[in-house]
């Protein structure tokens, strides 16, 4: 939020030119919000008049937060060099700010004054920049998504970011219009305007659907924060990991001063030292153990619960009487996303594995105008719900599918025994692997000599401020580390049976239903209609085992979803169902040879 | 795999036979720049040579290999079809590709030529639609070639409705 600059690339201006681009460097004061079109009068294709500009208390907002992360360090730089007993220097920290703080107002200023925007009948178009003119300009039809979100220091001065999604990718970041900031009134009215279309007929579903909503003037409510959802906050992988983290900064904290600030800190306290504290350990590994472990799931459990709220509180999933669909969630950024309704083409049911484990899930969009850099990110932006219990999340994303039947209950075709196979293939190597690792270990665990195990705890002492580590591997024989090999291995194995149970496929009449996944195991729906296109790929493993990866190319979401390692004949008789006349013309039915159909690769070198 | 026993027959086209020549090429010119990489060290560095010589020695033998075999194999792989209502392509070699695309929802037809592909007389034909999974990409096919099918696929795109997405 301090810089910028990185949003707005087209104010990295250099300093020299700045003087002549401001048509008016004198006047200090903020511009209307809505000047008259003079403003442009180079300009021949605009039609002068209603350009409202952003909202000129958008400059106070990005006055306030700079000043709010520069001001206190300013303040602290000064008291250290008056400390320091520098009185000179002392006298340049505050000067300094203020002038960065006026010279980024100022730039902001003239943003200001350069962006305008419009919605006409067919497009919304959009001018910015104050040396490189910038005008841009999409039809309304193509407008997929809008965002509205509101961080706190925004919030306050009654503003709002306006996101408008395009679903788009021509060149990088041309898909988006961002308005930084306009009101919140503008905002809510950009939002309306802009997702309203012709679409009453939605209208009409909508009000005849309703079992678990009531219709109100925002429309269907699909879905309200229960309080008791957050009880599934913490049920990640990174409950373990936050605390682990914390302790690995910590530790390495530690490190940088080469040991010494433990020693300092409990020299201060009256700690015994770190040899003391490491035998006192040792002897009570039963307590300290799982208090350590309780310790690292508390810190997670209440960093995760803290983020889930700032994410989750006030959430409200409504469909308006036109058929866009509205999230709105946030506690100190409050975000509000609406998807045309046309355009959300399905839904992921996202069920990770600790989520999974005590029956959670998550649903998530698959919808155009919400994609971005990278999956990650289009996922993270495309999450419906929080996590809940996984039948609230079947029945929300049967609602947001409208279907009397939810695709997420049909019965998925499980894929062949092939498939387990590779994935046995992949357990062996890895559980290989270990064992070569575990082998090497235990060489050098054999062959070490007192002066290594020396070297090794010096350094461990200076990281860490309690030793064990070193010391319990010395004290574990040799062939501990085979234990951790065969541990490896069963994991490896379980991970591989479990993957393939995951994987599945099937067809409602309106959707096709993909499932796969171990890790993080994902069912999509996605509408038969927007498929558009398949993509078929083989390895050479896959062609020897007559399998194939099936995906259907679709414009929402990640782009392409894929049945893995389905049966070749199987899979193309999945998509030639699912597409009509699509796939047709291209695929052939050979003389009968019975079962040996799949292992005949079609093109062979 | 108890039901159909579906195959994806092969599309109708091959590319042109200077496409052999054209793969041969790139493939033969990644292989010398990488087996220069560990003998400039050999030569200069007398202790090493030898291993030097070796791993030299291993990557240029890989990359001969490669390119004696694969520009033949893809030569066998690489098909594509263009029909009224889709196209569709074969690609790859030890990994395989077949993608379809419906007319209705293409975007864009492009033909675009590198250096190496204009000394061989190809081009390739770049078939986008709105997906994330990459645009459809018919390599090594004759210049002229090209060109037509490009505007035959412009001409059926334009005769299709929709807004391709």
């Known amino acids: 939020m301090t810089s910028h600059e990185d949003h707005r690339p087209e104010e990295t201006v250099p300093d020299v030119a700045r003087p002549e681009t401001d048509p008016n460097p004198a006047d200090g004061h903020v511009p209307e919000p809505n ?7 180079a300009e021949t294709d605009e039609p002068s008049g209603d350009w409202p500009g952003l909202s000129p208390l958008s400059v106070w907002a990005d006055t306030a937060i700079v000043a709010l992360f520069m001001v206190p360090s300013a303040i602290v730089a000064t008291v250290v060099l008056v400390v320091v007993d520098q009185p000179l220097w002392a006298l340049l920290p505050l000067p300094a700010t203020g002038a960065f703080i006026a010279l980024m107002t100022y730039l902001d200023m003239l943003r200001l004054r350069a962006v305008r925007y419009r919605v006409t009948a067919d497009r919304m178009e959009m001018r910015s920049g104050i040396i490189a003119k910038a005008y841009r300009s999409i039809p309304r039809e193509r407008v997929r998504s809008v965002d509205v979100a509101a961080p706190i220091h925004v919030r306050i001065f009654g503003l709002c970011t306006v996101t408008v999604g395009t679903g788009e990718k021509v060149g990088s970041g041309a898909d988006q219009l961002k308005l930084e900031f306009v009101t919140a009134e503008q ?16 209208a009409s579903r909508a009000s005849t659907e309703g079992e678990d909503g009531s219709v109100d003037e925002d429309g269907v409510e699909l879905a309200r924060l229960n309080p008791r959802w957050f009880a599934y906050a913490p049920a990640t992988t990174a409950t373990f990991g936050i605390g682990l983290g914390v302790i690995a900064a910590l530790i390495g904290a530690n490190a940088q001063s080469g040991g010494h600030g433990w020693a300092w800190i409990s020299e201060r306290a009256g700690l015994p030292g770190s040899q003391q504290m490491a035998d006192f350990v040792m002897s009570r590994l039963l307590l300290v153990i799982p208090l350590f472990l309780v ?20 959430y409200r999933l409504t469909r308006e009487p036109d058929g866009t669909v ?94 387990l196979r590779r994935r046995f293939t992949r357990a062996t190597f890895v559980t290989l692997a270990g064992v070569a690792l575990a082998g090497g270990l235990a060489w050098l665990h054999m062959v070490a000599t007192e002066s290594w195990w020396e070297v090794a705890r010096t350094i461990e002492e200076t990281i860490v401020p309690i030793p064990l580590v070193v010391e319990s591997v010395e004290a ?14 069963v994991l490896a194995f379980w991970y591989a049976v479990g993957s393939y149970r995951g994987l599945g496929h099937g067809l409602h009449p309106k959707y096709l239903v993909l499932r796969k996944g171990m890790g993080v195991r994902n069912t999509v729906t996605l509408e038969r209609s927007a498929v558009i296109g398949w993509r078929i790929t083989r390895s050479p493993f896959q062609r020897r085992l007559g399998l194939a990866d099936v995906a259907a190319t679709t414009a929402a979401g990640e782009g392409m979803y894929s049945a ?25 039915r050979p003389e009968i040879t019975g079962e040996a159909e799949g292992s005949r690769p079609t093109v062979l070198p | ?30 292989t010398v720049g990488l087996t220069v990489i560990p003998v400039v060290p050999a030569l200069i560095w007398e202790p090493v040579r030898f291993w030097f010589l070796v791993v030299a020695g291993i990557v240029g033998g890989v990359g001969l290999l490669i390119t004696v075999v694969m520009p033949r194999w893809r030569y066998r792989v690489h098909r594509w079809e263009v029909t009224d209502t889709a196209v569709y392509t074969s690609s790859g070699w030890l990994w395989q590709e077949w993608r379809v695309a419906p007319m209705s929802r293409i975007q864009t037809v492009d033909t675009a030529r590198g250096p190496l592909q204009r000394a061989f007389g190809l081009s390739s034909v770049t078939v986008t639609t709105a997906s994330a999974a990459g645009p459809i990409e018919i390599s090594g096919l004759d210049h002229t070639l090209a060109t037509e099918v490009a505007d035959q696929l412009t001409d059926n795109t334009e005769a299709v409705p929709g807004d391709a997405t």
Do not use: C, I, Y
């Open chain 1, 35 to 41: 000047p008259p079109g003079r403003d442009f009068p």
């Open chain 1, 187 to 202: 905002g809510e009215r950009l939002r309306r305007e802009l997702l309203r279309r012709a679409g009453t007929d939605d």
């Open chain 2, 1 to 30: 795999m108890s039901n159909d026993a579906l195959r994806l027959r092969p599309p109708n086209h091959r590319v042109d036979r200077r496409a052999v020549g054209w793969w041969s090429t790139q493939a033969l010119s990644v």
């Open chain 1, 476 to 489: 574990t024989p040799g062939w501990g580390w085979f234990a951790l090999a065969v541990v490896l291995g």
């Open chain 1, 564 to 588: 893995l390692d389905v049966g070749l004949g199987q899979g193309l008789a999945w998509a030639d169902e699912a597409v009509p006349e699509l796939l047709a013309p291209f695929l052939e």
């Open chain 1, 295 to 314: 310790g690292l799931l508390l810190s997670g459990v209440v960093v995760l619960l803290l983020a889930a709220l700032e994410t989750w509180w006030n």
């Open chain 1, 326 to 419: 509205r999230l709105r969630r946030g506690l100190l950024t409050s975000v509000s996303l609406s998807v045309e309704g046309r355009r959300l083409n399905g839904v992921v049911l996202h069920e990770p594995f600790v989520l999974r484990s005590v029956r959670g899930a998550s649903v998530q969009a698959v919808a155009t105008g919400l994609e971005s850099g990278d999956d990650k990110k289009t996922s993270a932006k495309s999450r419906l719900s929080p996590a809940m219990p996984r039948s609230r999340a079947r029945a929300l994303g049967a609602a947001l599918m409208r279907q009397e039947q939810s695709p997420l209950d049909v019965p998925l075709a499980t894929h062949p025994r092939a498939a």
